[in-house]
RNA sequence: GCCCCGAUAGUUCAGUGGAUAGAACGAGCGCCUCCUAAGCGCUAGACAUAGGUUCGAUUCCUAUUCGGGGCGCCA
Protein backbone atom coordinates (compact mmCIF):
# COMPACT_ATOMS: atom_id res chain seq x y z
CA UNK A 1 0.00 0.00 0.00
CA UNK A 2 1.81 3.88 -0.99
CA UNK A 3 1.30 6.13 0.88
CA UNK A 4 -1.88 7.93 -0.76
CA UNK A 5 -3.85 4.68 -0.36
CA UNK A 6 -3.14 4.57 3.54
CA UNK A 7 -4.55 8.46 3.37
CA UNK A 8 -7.35 7.51 1.64
CA UNK A 9 -7.77 4.20 3.94
CA UNK A 10 -7.74 6.63 7.07
CA UNK A 11 -10.68 8.57 5.46
CA UNK A 12 -12.38 5.87 4.22
CA UNK A 13 -12.15 4.11 8.01
CA UNK A 14 -14.66 7.12 9.31
CA UNK A 15 -16.83 7.88 6.06
CA UNK A 16 -17.44 4.91 4.43
CA UNK A 17 -19.16 6.34 1.66
CA UNK A 18 -16.38 8.24 0.27
CA UNK A 19 -15.13 7.08 -3.19
CA UNK A 20 -11.53 7.48 -3.76
CA UNK A 21 -12.09 10.00 -6.46
CA UNK A 22 -13.45 12.22 -3.45
CA UNK A 23 -9.94 12.77 -1.83
CA UNK A 24 -7.32 14.82 -3.05
CA UNK A 25 -4.53 14.58 -1.81
CA UNK A 26 -2.11 17.98 -1.08
CA UNK A 27 0.40 19.59 0.30
CA UNK A 28 -0.09 21.81 3.26
CA UNK A 29 1.38 25.11 2.91
CA UNK A 30 3.85 24.41 6.03
CA UNK A 31 5.21 21.36 7.61
CA UNK A 32 4.54 22.49 10.79
CA UNK A 33 0.68 21.78 9.95
CA UNK A 34 1.18 18.49 8.86
CA UNK A 35 2.11 16.55 5.88
CA UNK A 36 -0.14 15.41 3.76
CA UNK A 37 -3.33 17.40 3.56
CA UNK A 38 -6.65 16.68 2.60
CA UNK A 39 -9.49 19.33 1.49
CA UNK A 40 -12.86 18.27 2.16
CA UNK A 41 -15.09 20.32 0.32
CA UNK A 42 -16.25 17.23 -2.19
CA UNK A 43 -16.99 15.50 0.71
CA UNK A 44 -18.59 17.43 2.81
CA UNK A 45 -20.64 18.29 -0.26
CA UNK A 46 -21.96 14.93 -0.62
CA UNK A 47 -22.29 14.39 3.32
CA UNK A 48 -24.09 17.59 3.55
CA UNK A 49 -22.32 19.53 5.71
CA UNK A 50 -19.91 22.10 6.58
CA UNK A 51 -16.53 21.76 5.70
CA UNK A 52 -15.04 22.50 8.86
CA UNK A 53 -17.69 20.49 10.71
CA UNK A 54 -16.59 17.21 8.66
CA UNK A 55 -13.07 17.95 9.74
CA UNK A 56 -13.84 18.05 13.10
CA UNK A 57 -16.19 15.00 12.79
CA UNK A 58 -13.35 13.33 10.71
CA UNK A 59 -10.33 13.99 13.44
CA UNK A 60 -12.25 12.93 16.48
CA UNK A 61 -13.06 9.56 14.47
CA UNK A 62 -9.17 8.87 13.83
CA UNK A 63 -7.38 6.10 14.88
CA UNK A 64 -3.75 6.64 14.74
CA UNK A 65 -1.69 3.59 13.33
CA UNK A 66 1.63 2.92 12.60
CA UNK A 67 1.73 5.51 9.17
CA UNK A 68 -0.14 8.18 10.08
CA UNK A 69 0.41 9.70 13.75
CA UNK A 70 -2.49 12.38 14.10
CA UNK A 71 -4.98 13.99 12.16
CA UNK A 72 -6.15 17.59 12.56
CA UNK A 73 -8.44 19.87 11.72
CA UNK A 74 -7.40 23.46 10.21
CA UNK A 75 -10.83 24.45 8.43
CA UNK A 76 -12.28 22.82 5.93
CA UNK A 77 -8.79 21.12 5.73
CA UNK A 78 -7.86 17.95 7.60
CA UNK A 79 -3.93 17.72 7.81
CA UNK A 80 -2.04 14.27 8.54
CA UNK A 81 0.98 13.99 10.41
CA UNK A 82 2.91 11.23 8.99
CA UNK A 83 5.35 8.57 11.00
CA UNK A 84 8.20 9.69 9.49
CA UNK A 85 10.88 7.30 10.61
CA UNK A 86 8.88 4.45 9.14
CA UNK A 87 7.67 6.40 6.04
CA UNK A 88 10.81 7.80 5.43
CA UNK A 89 12.72 4.21 5.55
CA UNK A 90 10.05 2.55 3.55
CA UNK A 91 10.60 5.44 0.77
CA UNK A 92 14.66 4.86 0.65
CA UNK A 93 14.65 1.06 1.16
CA UNK A 94 12.03 1.65 -2.14
CA UNK A 95 14.74 3.54 -3.77
CA UNK A 96 17.49 1.42 -3.16
CA UNK A 97 16.04 -1.96 -3.48
CA UNK A 98 14.65 -1.27 -7.56
CA UNK A 99 17.77 1.09 -8.48
CA UNK A 100 17.61 1.95 -11.82
CA UNK A 101 13.93 0.94 -12.26
CA UNK A 102 12.92 3.10 -9.59
CA UNK A 103 9.72 5.28 -10.22
CA UNK A 104 8.46 2.99 -13.28
CA UNK A 105 4.99 2.16 -12.84
CA UNK A 106 5.65 -0.81 -15.41
CA UNK A 107 2.09 0.15 -16.62
CA UNK A 108 3.96 -0.82 -20.03
CA UNK A 109 4.97 -4.16 -19.24
CA UNK A 110 4.73 -6.65 -22.21
CA UNK A 111 3.63 -3.92 -24.44
CA UNK A 112 5.64 -2.18 -27.87
CA UNK A 113 5.78 0.88 -28.27
CA UNK A 114 6.97 2.24 -31.79
CA UNK A 115 8.05 6.06 -31.92
CA UNK A 116 9.06 7.93 -34.56
CA UNK A 117 10.64 11.60 -34.11
CA UNK A 118 13.14 14.30 -35.49
CA UNK A 119 12.84 12.67 -39.19
CA UNK A 120 14.12 16.33 -40.34
CA UNK A 121 15.08 17.44 -44.25
CA UNK A 122 18.34 16.05 -45.03
CA UNK A 123 19.21 19.11 -45.90
CA UNK A 124 21.55 20.93 -43.58
CA UNK A 125 23.04 20.82 -39.90
CA UNK A 126 20.48 20.53 -37.29
CA UNK A 127 19.44 23.88 -35.29
CA UNK A 128 17.51 23.65 -32.25
CA UNK A 129 14.67 23.99 -32.93
CA UNK A 130 14.89 20.37 -34.80
CA UNK A 131 16.71 20.06 -31.67
CA UNK A 132 13.65 19.91 -29.66
CA UNK A 133 11.86 17.38 -31.52
CA UNK A 134 14.76 15.16 -31.28
CA UNK A 135 15.23 15.64 -27.46
CA UNK A 136 11.32 15.31 -26.99
CA UNK A 137 11.13 12.25 -28.69
CA UNK A 138 14.19 10.72 -27.02
CA UNK A 139 13.23 11.62 -24.10
CA UNK A 140 9.49 10.29 -24.53
CA UNK A 141 11.23 6.88 -25.30
CA UNK A 142 13.25 6.70 -22.47
CA UNK A 143 10.24 7.48 -19.99
CA UNK A 144 7.98 5.05 -21.67
CA UNK A 145 10.81 2.77 -21.14
CA UNK A 146 11.13 2.96 -17.75
CA UNK A 147 7.48 2.43 -17.62
CA UNK A 148 8.20 -1.14 -19.08
CA UNK A 149 7.10 -0.65 -22.62
CA UNK A 150 9.82 -2.22 -25.44
CA UNK A 151 10.60 0.87 -27.21
CA UNK A 152 11.08 0.54 -30.92
CA UNK A 153 12.70 4.06 -32.27
CA UNK A 154 12.02 4.84 -35.86
CA UNK A 155 13.44 8.15 -38.40
CA UNK A 156 11.45 8.23 -41.21
CA UNK A 157 14.18 9.35 -44.04
CA UNK A 158 12.62 12.19 -46.46
CA UNK A 159 14.83 10.75 -49.33
CA UNK A 160 12.26 11.71 -51.37
CA UNK A 161 10.84 14.62 -53.06
CA UNK A 162 11.67 18.38 -55.42
CA UNK A 163 14.44 19.62 -52.69
CA UNK A 164 16.05 16.16 -53.12
CA UNK A 165 15.54 16.18 -56.82
CA UNK A 166 17.16 19.37 -56.89
CA UNK A 167 19.64 18.59 -54.44
CA UNK A 168 21.13 15.50 -56.53
CA UNK A 169 21.00 18.28 -59.52
CA UNK A 170 23.49 20.04 -58.00
CA UNK A 171 25.47 17.45 -56.12
CA UNK A 172 26.70 16.14 -59.74
CA UNK A 173 27.73 19.28 -60.58
CA UNK A 174 30.14 19.34 -57.64
CA UNK A 175 33.38 17.29 -57.24
CA UNK A 176 33.24 16.47 -54.17
CA UNK A 177 29.77 17.68 -52.18
CA UNK A 178 30.67 17.47 -48.37
CA UNK A 179 27.99 17.52 -45.08
CA UNK A 180 29.82 21.30 -44.73
CA UNK A 181 28.49 22.12 -48.42
CA UNK A 182 24.72 20.90 -48.41
CA UNK A 183 22.96 23.75 -46.96
CA UNK A 184 23.98 26.55 -49.02
CA UNK A 185 24.15 23.74 -52.60
CA UNK A 186 20.06 23.11 -51.25
CA UNK A 187 19.69 26.98 -50.81
CA UNK A 188 21.44 27.68 -54.20
CA UNK A 189 19.27 24.95 -55.95
CA UNK A 190 15.97 26.19 -54.72
CA UNK A 191 16.78 29.59 -55.97
CA UNK A 192 18.07 28.44 -59.04
CA UNK A 193 14.61 26.37 -59.40
CA UNK A 194 12.58 29.49 -59.04
CA UNK A 195 14.81 31.60 -61.62
CA UNK A 196 15.18 28.63 -64.06
CA UNK A 197 11.82 26.49 -64.45
CA UNK A 198 14.02 24.44 -66.74
CA UNK A 199 15.75 23.13 -63.92
CA UNK A 200 12.78 22.93 -61.66
CA UNK A 201 11.50 20.67 -64.47
CA UNK A 202 14.55 18.14 -64.22
CA UNK A 203 13.95 17.88 -60.47
CA UNK A 204 10.33 16.69 -61.37
CA UNK A 205 12.04 14.50 -63.77
CA UNK A 206 14.26 12.70 -61.78
CA UNK A 207 11.42 12.41 -59.24
CA UNK A 208 9.48 10.68 -62.02
CA UNK A 209 12.51 8.40 -62.99
CA UNK A 210 12.94 7.10 -59.42
CA UNK A 211 9.18 6.70 -58.86
CA UNK A 212 9.51 4.47 -62.07
CA UNK A 213 12.11 2.05 -60.84
CA UNK A 214 15.62 3.69 -61.93
CA UNK A 215 18.41 1.99 -59.57
CA UNK A 216 20.72 4.72 -61.04
CA UNK A 217 18.72 7.48 -60.61
CA UNK A 218 17.71 6.11 -56.66
CA UNK A 219 21.17 5.56 -55.94
CA UNK A 220 22.05 9.03 -56.43
CA UNK A 221 19.09 9.91 -54.41
CA UNK A 222 20.52 7.52 -51.46
CA UNK A 223 23.81 9.00 -51.64
CA UNK A 224 22.73 12.70 -51.50
CA UNK A 225 20.57 11.84 -48.40
CA UNK A 226 23.09 9.16 -46.90
CA UNK A 227 25.82 11.83 -46.99
CA UNK A 228 23.22 14.36 -45.48
CA UNK A 229 21.65 11.55 -42.41
CA UNK A 230 25.37 10.65 -41.07
CA UNK A 231 26.56 14.41 -40.62
CA UNK A 232 22.74 14.99 -38.75
CA UNK A 233 23.10 11.86 -36.95
CA UNK A 234 26.61 12.59 -36.00
CA UNK A 235 25.17 15.99 -33.72
CA UNK A 236 22.29 14.06 -32.27
CA UNK A 237 24.27 11.00 -31.32
CA UNK A 238 26.43 13.64 -29.04
CA UNK A 239 22.82 14.62 -27.12
CA UNK A 240 22.43 11.11 -26.65
CA UNK A 241 19.65 10.61 -29.31
CA UNK A 242 19.70 7.11 -30.96
CA UNK A 243 17.36 5.46 -33.32
CA UNK A 244 16.90 1.83 -34.07
CA UNK A 245 15.32 1.52 -37.33
CA UNK A 246 15.37 4.06 -40.45
CA UNK A 247 12.54 3.89 -42.90
CA UNK A 248 13.11 5.53 -46.24
CA UNK A 249 10.73 7.36 -47.73
CA UNK A 250 11.92 5.82 -51.46
CA UNK A 251 10.62 2.76 -50.12
CA UNK A 252 7.26 3.20 -49.87
CA UNK A 253 7.04 4.76 -53.08
CA UNK A 254 4.83 2.02 -55.68
CA UNK A 255 4.11 0.24 -52.84
CA UNK A 256 0.82 -2.03 -53.70
CA UNK A 257 -0.41 -1.58 -50.11
CA UNK A 258 -1.98 1.68 -51.03
CA UNK A 259 -4.49 0.45 -53.06
CA UNK A 260 -6.11 -0.62 -50.05
CA UNK A 261 -6.27 2.96 -49.08
CA UNK A 262 -7.53 3.89 -52.03
CA UNK A 263 -10.31 1.31 -52.37
CA UNK A 264 -11.65 2.32 -49.04
CA UNK A 265 -11.18 6.02 -50.01
CA UNK A 266 -13.37 5.29 -53.35
CA UNK A 267 -15.99 3.30 -51.19
CA UNK A 268 -16.36 6.72 -49.40
CA UNK A 269 -16.90 8.36 -52.37
CA UNK A 270 -13.86 10.87 -51.26
CA UNK A 271 -11.51 9.75 -53.64
CA UNK A 272 -11.93 11.47 -57.06
CA UNK A 273 -9.83 12.82 -60.70
CA UNK A 274 -10.19 16.74 -60.75
CA UNK A 275 -10.49 19.22 -63.98
CA UNK A 276 -6.70 19.18 -63.93
CA UNK A 277 -6.46 15.02 -63.65
CA UNK A 278 -5.15 15.50 -60.46
CA UNK A 279 -5.86 12.79 -58.05
CA UNK A 280 -8.21 14.49 -55.17
CA UNK A 281 -8.89 13.52 -51.81
CA UNK A 282 -12.60 14.98 -50.79
CA UNK A 283 -11.84 15.03 -46.83
CA UNK A 284 -15.46 16.02 -46.24
CA UNK A 285 -16.47 12.62 -46.97
CA UNK A 286 -14.38 11.29 -44.30
CA UNK A 287 -16.25 13.89 -41.79
CA UNK A 288 -13.79 16.72 -42.37
CA UNK A 289 -15.34 19.82 -41.47
CA UNK A 290 -13.63 22.56 -42.46
CA UNK A 291 -14.07 24.23 -45.62
CA UNK A 292 -10.67 25.03 -45.81
CA UNK A 293 -7.86 21.98 -45.71
CA UNK A 294 -10.97 19.84 -47.23
CA UNK A 295 -8.99 18.94 -50.42
CA UNK A 296 -5.76 16.54 -50.21
CA UNK A 297 -4.19 15.78 -53.64
CA UNK A 298 -2.54 12.16 -53.93
CA UNK A 299 -1.39 12.31 -57.19
CA UNK A 300 -0.06 15.37 -59.52
CA UNK A 301 -2.11 15.50 -63.15
CA UNK A 302 1.59 13.91 -64.68
CA UNK A 303 0.53 10.65 -62.62
CA UNK A 304 3.52 11.42 -60.14
CA UNK A 305 2.47 10.34 -56.49
CA UNK A 306 2.86 13.16 -53.68
CA UNK A 307 4.50 12.95 -50.19
CA UNK A 308 0.57 11.89 -49.00
CA UNK A 309 0.47 8.31 -50.50
CA UNK A 310 3.94 7.48 -48.90
CA UNK A 311 3.04 8.45 -46.15
CA UNK A 312 -0.49 6.96 -45.97
CA UNK A 313 1.63 3.61 -46.93
CA UNK A 314 4.11 4.14 -44.17
CA UNK A 315 1.31 5.11 -41.85
CA UNK A 316 0.15 1.34 -42.64
CA UNK A 317 3.37 -0.16 -42.48
CA UNK A 318 3.79 0.83 -39.20
CA UNK A 319 0.48 -0.28 -38.08
CA UNK A 320 0.72 -3.28 -39.18
CA UNK A 321 3.84 -3.76 -37.33
CA UNK A 322 1.37 -4.71 -34.54
CA UNK A 323 2.63 -1.99 -31.68
CA UNK A 324 0.39 -1.41 -29.18
CA UNK A 325 1.24 2.43 -28.86
CA UNK A 326 2.00 3.95 -31.95
CA UNK A 327 3.53 7.59 -30.98
CA UNK A 328 5.04 10.13 -33.25
CA UNK A 329 6.50 13.54 -32.49
CA UNK A 330 5.56 16.23 -34.90
CA UNK A 331 6.04 20.11 -34.99
CA UNK A 332 2.64 22.30 -35.09
CA UNK A 333 2.70 23.25 -38.18
CA UNK A 334 2.02 19.01 -39.35
CA UNK A 335 -1.41 19.60 -37.38
CA UNK A 336 -3.86 19.71 -39.90
CA UNK A 337 -1.70 17.20 -41.48
CA UNK A 338 -1.44 14.67 -39.38
CA UNK A 339 -5.44 14.99 -39.00
CA UNK A 340 -6.23 14.82 -42.78
CA UNK A 341 -3.96 11.44 -42.67
CA UNK A 342 -5.58 10.22 -39.73
CA UNK A 343 -9.36 10.67 -41.37
CA UNK A 344 -7.60 8.84 -44.51
CA UNK A 345 -6.47 5.84 -42.46
CA UNK A 346 -9.63 5.69 -40.23
CA UNK A 347 -11.58 5.18 -43.40
CA UNK A 348 -9.32 2.30 -44.58
CA UNK A 349 -9.67 1.02 -40.82
CA UNK A 350 -6.34 2.05 -40.10
CA UNK A 351 -5.66 3.64 -36.42
CA UNK A 352 -3.63 6.69 -37.16
CA UNK A 353 -1.00 7.17 -35.03
CA UNK A 354 -1.06 9.10 -31.97
CA UNK A 355 0.67 12.31 -31.96
CA UNK A 356 2.69 14.51 -29.61
CA UNK A 357 3.21 18.29 -30.93
CA UNK A 358 5.90 20.98 -30.21
CA UNK A 359 5.84 24.57 -31.08
CA UNK A 360 8.47 26.38 -32.45
CA UNK A 361 11.98 27.56 -30.48
CA UNK A 362 11.52 31.47 -30.83
CA UNK A 363 15.08 33.61 -30.69
CA UNK A 364 15.41 36.50 -28.79
CA UNK A 365 15.34 38.88 -32.16
CA UNK A 366 12.39 36.89 -33.57
CA UNK A 367 11.99 33.36 -35.23
CA UNK A 368 14.54 31.59 -36.67
CA UNK A 369 15.52 31.38 -40.01
CA UNK A 370 17.68 29.42 -41.66
CA UNK A 371 18.03 31.34 -45.36
CA UNK A 372 18.50 34.54 -43.52
CA UNK A 373 21.39 32.19 -41.47
CA UNK A 374 19.33 33.25 -38.20
CA UNK A 375 20.07 30.06 -36.29
CA UNK A 376 21.35 28.40 -33.48
CA UNK A 377 23.16 24.86 -34.77
CA UNK A 378 23.04 22.05 -32.25
CA UNK A 379 26.60 21.49 -32.87
CA UNK A 380 27.86 25.37 -32.47
CA UNK A 381 25.78 25.51 -29.27
CA UNK A 382 28.01 22.44 -28.13
CA UNK A 383 30.72 23.42 -29.20
CA UNK A 384 30.80 26.73 -27.32
CA UNK A 385 29.01 25.25 -24.17
CA UNK A 386 31.76 22.46 -24.13
CA UNK A 387 34.65 24.78 -24.22
CA UNK A 388 33.34 27.00 -21.53
CA UNK A 389 32.65 23.53 -19.02
CA UNK A 390 36.60 22.47 -20.50
CA UNK A 391 37.72 26.07 -18.90
CA UNK A 392 36.19 25.75 -15.69
CA UNK A 393 36.90 21.77 -15.40
CA UNK A 394 40.40 22.06 -16.33
CA UNK A 395 40.79 25.39 -13.59
CA UNK A 396 39.02 23.18 -10.78
CA UNK A 397 40.93 19.96 -11.30
CA UNK A 398 43.93 20.72 -12.65
CA UNK A 399 45.44 17.29 -12.15
CA UNK A 400 42.93 15.46 -13.99
CA UNK A 401 43.47 14.18 -17.50
CA UNK A 402 42.60 15.95 -20.24
CA UNK A 403 40.25 13.36 -21.72
CA UNK A 404 38.34 13.45 -18.85
CA UNK A 405 38.22 17.20 -18.61
CA UNK A 406 36.76 17.19 -21.97
CA UNK A 407 34.37 14.21 -21.41
CA UNK A 408 33.02 16.39 -18.69
CA UNK A 409 33.03 19.30 -20.29
CA UNK A 410 30.96 17.03 -23.02
CA UNK A 411 28.43 15.98 -20.84
CA UNK A 412 27.71 19.32 -19.21
CA UNK A 413 27.43 20.87 -22.52
CA UNK A 414 24.14 18.43 -23.51
CA UNK A 415 22.60 18.64 -20.08
CA UNK A 416 22.61 22.57 -21.12
CA UNK A 417 20.79 22.06 -23.77
CA UNK A 418 18.73 19.63 -23.29
CA UNK A 419 16.97 20.40 -19.63
CA UNK A 420 16.83 24.05 -21.33
CA UNK A 421 14.72 22.56 -24.41
CA UNK A 422 13.02 19.46 -22.17
CA UNK A 423 11.96 21.92 -18.86
CA UNK A 424 9.38 23.82 -21.21
CA UNK A 425 6.13 22.30 -21.75
CA UNK A 426 5.92 21.48 -25.76
CA UNK A 427 3.12 23.49 -26.56
CA UNK A 428 4.60 26.67 -25.65
CA UNK A 429 6.72 28.36 -27.81
CA UNK A 430 10.39 28.71 -26.35
CA UNK A 431 12.24 31.77 -26.29
CA UNK A 432 16.04 30.75 -26.65
CA UNK A 433 18.47 32.80 -25.02
CA UNK A 434 21.81 31.69 -25.83
CA UNK A 435 23.45 33.28 -22.77
CA UNK A 436 21.37 32.12 -20.09
CA UNK A 437 22.33 28.60 -21.63
CA UNK A 438 25.99 28.98 -21.59
CA UNK A 439 25.77 30.24 -18.19
CA UNK A 440 25.30 27.12 -16.24
CA UNK A 441 24.25 28.85 -13.27
CA UNK A 442 20.40 28.62 -11.51
CA UNK A 443 17.91 26.89 -12.99
CA UNK A 444 19.67 24.66 -15.62
CA UNK A 445 21.00 21.17 -16.45
CA UNK A 446 24.33 21.77 -15.04
CA UNK A 447 23.17 22.82 -11.72
CA UNK A 448 21.76 19.84 -11.50
CA UNK A 449 24.63 17.70 -12.51
CA UNK A 450 26.48 19.60 -9.93
CA UNK A 451 23.71 18.14 -6.97
CA UNK A 452 24.94 14.91 -7.81
CA UNK A 453 28.60 15.80 -8.00
CA UNK A 454 28.09 16.60 -4.52
CA UNK A 455 26.58 13.19 -3.60
CA UNK A 456 29.14 11.53 -4.85
CA UNK A 457 31.67 13.75 -3.22
CA UNK A 458 30.85 12.97 -0.22
CA UNK A 459 30.18 9.26 -1.21
CA UNK A 460 33.27 8.76 -2.46
CA UNK A 461 35.38 10.68 0.76
CA UNK A 462 33.07 8.16 3.30
CA UNK A 463 35.18 5.34 5.13
CA UNK A 464 32.92 3.55 6.53
CA UNK A 465 30.35 1.15 5.12
CA UNK A 466 26.86 2.30 4.87
CA UNK A 467 23.89 -0.01 4.54
CA UNK A 468 21.87 -1.62 2.11
CA UNK A 469 19.09 -0.55 3.46
CA UNK A 470 17.45 1.48 6.37
CA UNK A 471 17.82 -0.06 9.44
CA UNK A 472 15.11 0.21 12.85
CA UNK A 473 17.57 3.25 13.77
CA UNK A 474 16.49 4.90 10.50
CA UNK A 475 15.65 8.27 12.57
CA UNK A 476 14.18 11.43 10.53
CA UNK A 477 15.26 14.60 13.13
CA UNK A 478 15.04 17.80 10.93
CA UNK A 479 12.36 19.07 8.39
CA UNK A 480 15.25 19.36 5.89
CA UNK A 481 15.28 15.95 5.63
CA UNK A 482 11.79 14.64 5.75
CA UNK A 483 11.35 17.41 2.76
CA UNK A 484 14.14 15.46 0.88
CA UNK A 485 12.26 12.46 1.78
CA UNK A 486 8.90 13.69 0.68
CA UNK A 487 10.53 14.82 -2.77
CA UNK A 488 12.01 11.58 -3.34
CA UNK A 489 8.25 9.08 -2.41
CA UNK A 490 6.60 11.95 -5.02
CA UNK A 491 8.99 10.19 -7.94
CA UNK A 492 6.81 7.82 -9.19
CA UNK A 493 3.46 9.85 -9.22
CA UNK A 494 5.68 12.32 -11.26
CA UNK A 495 6.76 9.40 -13.80
CA UNK A 496 3.23 7.94 -13.64
CA UNK A 497 1.65 11.42 -14.80
CA UNK A 498 4.91 12.30 -17.33
CA UNK A 499 3.96 8.94 -18.91
CA UNK A 500 0.56 8.90 -19.37
CA UNK A 501 0.28 12.57 -21.05
CA UNK A 502 3.43 11.96 -22.99
CA UNK A 503 5.53 15.10 -21.81
CA UNK A 504 8.60 15.12 -20.20
CA UNK A 505 8.34 18.89 -18.83
CA UNK A 506 7.24 17.59 -15.67
CA UNK A 507 9.69 15.87 -15.35
CA UNK A 508 12.36 18.09 -16.00
CA UNK A 509 11.24 20.28 -13.48
CA UNK A 510 11.05 17.32 -11.11
CA UNK A 511 14.98 17.08 -10.83
CA UNK A 512 15.42 20.95 -10.67
CA UNK A 513 13.26 20.70 -7.28
CA UNK A 514 14.98 17.70 -6.15
CA UNK A 515 18.01 19.44 -6.48
CA UNK A 516 17.09 22.65 -4.88
CA UNK A 517 16.08 20.55 -1.97
CA UNK A 518 19.01 18.15 -1.70
CA UNK A 519 20.88 21.26 -1.81
CA UNK A 520 19.83 22.95 1.44
CA UNK A 521 20.15 19.53 3.16
CA UNK A 522 23.66 19.66 1.94
CA UNK A 523 23.58 22.83 3.29
CA UNK A 524 22.10 22.40 6.65
CA UNK A 525 22.68 18.82 7.27
CA UNK A 526 26.36 17.44 7.73
CA UNK A 527 26.46 14.02 6.79
CA UNK A 528 30.13 13.07 7.38
CA UNK A 529 30.57 15.10 10.09
CA UNK A 530 27.02 14.38 11.87
CA UNK A 531 26.71 14.32 15.77
CA UNK A 532 26.59 10.18 15.42
CA UNK A 533 27.25 7.42 13.73
CA UNK A 534 23.51 6.26 13.00
CA UNK A 535 23.04 9.99 11.59
CA UNK A 536 25.72 9.81 9.19
CA UNK A 537 24.73 6.14 8.28
CA UNK A 538 20.98 7.85 7.46
CA UNK A 539 22.08 10.42 6.03
CA UNK A 540 24.65 8.82 3.73
CA UNK A 541 21.05 6.21 2.96
CA UNK A 542 19.54 9.73 1.86
CA UNK A 543 22.42 10.71 -0.62
CA UNK A 544 22.38 7.54 -2.40
CA UNK A 545 18.97 7.79 -2.60
CA UNK A 546 18.77 11.07 -4.32
CA UNK A 547 21.72 10.21 -6.60
CA UNK A 548 19.61 7.36 -7.46
CA UNK A 549 16.11 9.31 -8.29
CA UNK A 550 18.48 12.43 -9.66
CA UNK A 551 20.12 9.87 -11.91
CA UNK A 552 16.72 8.29 -12.86
CA UNK A 553 15.28 11.27 -13.42
CA UNK A 554 18.25 13.00 -15.93
CA UNK A 555 18.59 9.55 -17.30
CA UNK A 556 14.85 10.35 -18.72
CA UNK A 557 16.01 13.42 -19.93
CA UNK A 558 19.41 12.08 -21.83
CA UNK A 559 21.99 13.80 -18.81
CA UNK A 560 24.90 12.28 -17.50
CA UNK A 561 25.61 12.20 -13.85
CA UNK A 562 29.25 13.23 -13.90
CA UNK A 563 31.71 12.12 -10.76
CA UNK A 564 33.14 15.10 -10.37
CA UNK A 565 32.87 18.63 -12.11
C1' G B 1 -11.14 35.48 -43.63
C1' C B 2 -11.32 30.55 -41.10
C1' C B 3 -9.01 26.69 -37.81
C1' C B 4 -5.31 25.06 -33.91
C1' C B 5 -1.84 26.42 -29.84
C1' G B 6 -0.08 29.97 -26.29
C1' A B 7 -0.25 34.57 -22.73
C1' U B 8 2.13 34.13 -14.95
C1' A B 9 7.61 39.36 -11.88
C1' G B 10 12.00 43.83 -15.98
C1' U B 11 13.51 38.84 -18.55
C1' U B 12 13.30 33.23 -19.15
C1' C B 13 10.29 29.52 -17.25
C1' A B 14 7.44 26.37 -13.18
C1' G B 15 2.69 25.53 -10.88
C1' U B 16 -2.57 24.68 -9.02
C1' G B 17 -10.51 24.22 -9.08
C1' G B 18 -9.08 25.53 -2.84
C1' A B 19 -4.78 27.57 2.88
C1' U B 20 0.54 32.63 1.70
C1' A B 21 1.16 31.63 -6.99
C1' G B 22 7.17 29.01 -6.99
C1' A B 23 12.29 29.29 -9.18
C1' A B 24 16.17 31.37 -11.97
C1' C B 25 18.46 35.46 -14.50
C1' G B 26 19.00 40.66 -13.91
C1' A B 27 19.41 44.68 -9.46
C1' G B 28 21.08 45.50 -4.11
C1' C B 29 23.48 43.48 0.43
C1' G B 30 26.05 39.45 2.73
C1' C B 31 28.68 34.20 3.02
C1' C B 32 34.60 29.95 1.11
C1' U B 33 40.00 28.02 8.14
C1' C B 34 33.04 24.38 7.13
C1' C B 35 31.20 17.00 2.84
C1' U B 36 32.88 21.03 -4.54
C1' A B 37 31.10 28.99 -4.38
C1' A B 38 28.63 25.63 -11.48
C1' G B 39 26.77 26.95 -4.46
C1' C B 40 23.99 29.46 -0.18
C1' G B 41 21.21 33.46 2.71
C1' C B 42 18.52 38.20 2.78
C1' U B 43 15.82 42.57 0.02
C1' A B 44 12.43 44.37 -4.29
C1' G B 45 8.93 42.36 -8.10
C1' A B 46 3.68 38.80 -11.59
C1' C B 47 -1.49 35.37 -12.98
C1' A B 48 -3.04 40.12 -20.69
C1' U B 49 -8.38 42.43 -20.63
C1' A B 50 -13.78 41.80 -19.96
C1' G B 51 -17.72 38.65 -18.86
C1' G B 52 -19.58 33.70 -17.16
C1' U B 53 -19.76 28.68 -14.37
C1' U B 54 -18.56 27.61 -9.01
C1' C B 55 -19.14 27.74 -1.94
C1' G B 56 -14.27 29.05 -4.18
C1' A B 57 -11.12 30.54 -10.80
C1' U B 58 -4.56 32.39 -12.15
C1' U B 59 -6.53 27.19 -13.34
C1' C B 60 -12.80 25.53 -16.53
C1' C B 61 -16.11 28.25 -20.50
C1' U B 62 -16.98 32.66 -23.92
C1' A B 63 -15.34 37.19 -26.18
C1' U B 64 -11.38 40.77 -27.06
C1' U B 65 -6.15 41.95 -27.59
C1' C B 66 -1.30 40.28 -28.56
C1' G B 67 2.28 36.23 -30.09
C1' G B 68 3.18 31.32 -32.72
C1' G B 69 1.42 27.68 -36.36
C1' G B 70 -1.77 26.16 -40.39
C1' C B 71 -5.50 26.45 -44.56
C1' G B 72 -5.53 21.08 -52.59
C1' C B 73 -0.10 19.54 -56.84
C1' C B 74 6.66 21.46 -50.55
C1' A B 75 7.68 17.14 -47.06
New binding site residues.
Partial sequence: MNLSERISQAVFTCFPEAEASDI?I?????LD??DV???L??LA?KRRTA?HALAQELVEAFVPNDYIMSAAA??????FKLNRDRVGAETVAAVLDTGAHWGGGNTGAGKKVLIEHT?I?PNASPHVGRGRCAMIGDSLARLLQLEGYDVEVHYYV?D?????GLLVLIADEIEHLSFDQILNAYVEANQRAEADPQFAEQG?AL?ARIESGDPKIRDKFHAVTDLCLEGQLAVLERLGVSYDVFDR?SQYVNDPRLERIENALLDAGALFT?D?G?R?VDLSKLGYQ????????LR???G?S???C??LVYSLDKHEQGAELNLMVL???????AQQLALMLEAADISAPEVV?Y??I?L?D??MSTRQGKVVLLADFLDQAAA??RE??SE?FPEMPAEEHAA??EQ?AVSAIRF?VL???S???????M??AL??????G??I??SC??I???L??NQNAIPDTPGDDFRVQTDTEWALLLKLAAFPSVIADAAAHRIC??VA?FA??LA?TF???????????AEDAATTDM?LLLCRATLQTLGNALHILGIET????
Fill in positions: VAEPPSLGAVPFTKPAGPYINSNNMGRQIYLEDDRVADEGRYFVRANSMYGRDGEDHKLYYSYLKGKLARVQIAVARVKTKNVTFDEASFQGDTPYQYARRSIRKSPNLERTTFYHECPVLGRPERM
